[in-house]
């Protein structure tokens, strides 16, 4: 979804941003999350598994630049890299026929989400898996779905939505390799976040500043979500699976850690450090 978002947003016609712009603007933003945050996480698991030792500010950095701490932080690195080709996308979606953007989601759909779930399926390697980067489709698409939203059926998006829903449900039920089906490269997964973000521009939205206000908080939700997490499962030994009604407590839980990290985040941009550079 974000990356469908930032497709929207930065691949309009009417959009004209620099090269250098992408570079030193935007992706700085990015690599300033990476350090802000990801050291202070990347050492936090370290001395989680290995304790306090000398090397621990050497080895947190280490583990930054191999993408080897805080899981959730992946998000950044592909955002980096999509602004890093973003002018080439942009110059391809400004010239680009309909048809010819049909043609290129379609590829990517078939060779980074159809392709690499047969071959998760049948633990057969393919050479074509998975070689175009599958966030490219996602940004790409969330373009073409904001230039096209008039022609949406909603009550076609709802049943996309619920059929996909159950279907993983299913799945999972059955155990019916549940994993291969709900990567973020699964078809599964392109079908279900096309369907809700096609739902949501669909709609028109009158009174946008409690949603403006909202906006402004979730990427520093994103950032210090995993922090509560750790600090409740790990220290406090606290799960959901503690707890017999293990489905509703797994919500009450997500509300809660949903709660406390917008809470955080309104706290982190009265910084003005943070705020101008970070968030």
């Known amino acids: ?15 004209h941003i620099e090269a250098k712009d992408y570079f030193f603007k935007y992706m700085r933003r990015g690599l300033m999350a990476l350090l802000t945050f990801g050291i202070p996480y990347a050492a936090l698991k370290i001395v989680m598994t290995q304790g306090l030792n000398i090397s621990l500010l050497s080895k947190s950095v280490l583990a930054v630049v191999s993408d080897s701490g805080f899981g959730h932080l992946w998000y950044l690195y592909v955002l980096i890299a999509i602004y890093w080709i973003m002018p080439v996308l942009k110059n391809f979606s400004d010239k680009a026929t309909d048809d010819e953007m049909k043609l290129v989601l379609i ?3 078939v060779f980074d989400f159809c392709t ?3 071959s998760r399926l049948f633990d057969y390697r393919v050479a074509f898996c998975g070689q175009i980067l599958y966030p490219t489709f996602y940004v790409l698409m969330g373009h073409w779905l904001y230039e096209n ?3 949406f059926d909603v009550r076609n998006l709802c049943l996309a939505i619920v059929f996909c829903v159950l279907l993983i449900l299913g799945i999972n039920v059955f155990d019916f390799k549940s994993e291969a089906w709900v990567q973020y490269d699964s078809p599964i997964i392109a079908v279900l976040a096309v369907s809700i973000f096609g739902l949501f521009i669909t709609r028109e939205w009158k009174d946008i500043r409690f949603l403006w206000t909202v906006d402004r908080l979730c990427f520093g939700a994103y950032l210090i979500h995993p922090l509560f997490i750790q600090f409740t499962y790990r220290f406090l030994k606290v799960t959901p699976i503690n707890f017999s009604l293990y489905p509703v407590v797994t919500v009450l839980f997500a509300m809660f850690f949903i709660g ?6 309104w706290i982190m941009r009265k910084n003005e450090f943070l705020r101008k550079y970070v968030l």
Do not use: C, H, N, V
């Not at 406390?260 to 985040?265: E, N, P, Q, T, W």
């Open 260 to 265: 406390l990290s917008f809470a955080a985040s």
């Open 107 to 109: 590829m990517l759909f």
């Open 116 to 118: 690499p779930l047969l």
């Open 1 to 15: 979804m974000f990356f469908m978002i930032t497709g929207m947003l930065f691949l309009r016609k009417e959009m």
């Open 149 to 151: 939203r008039q022609g």
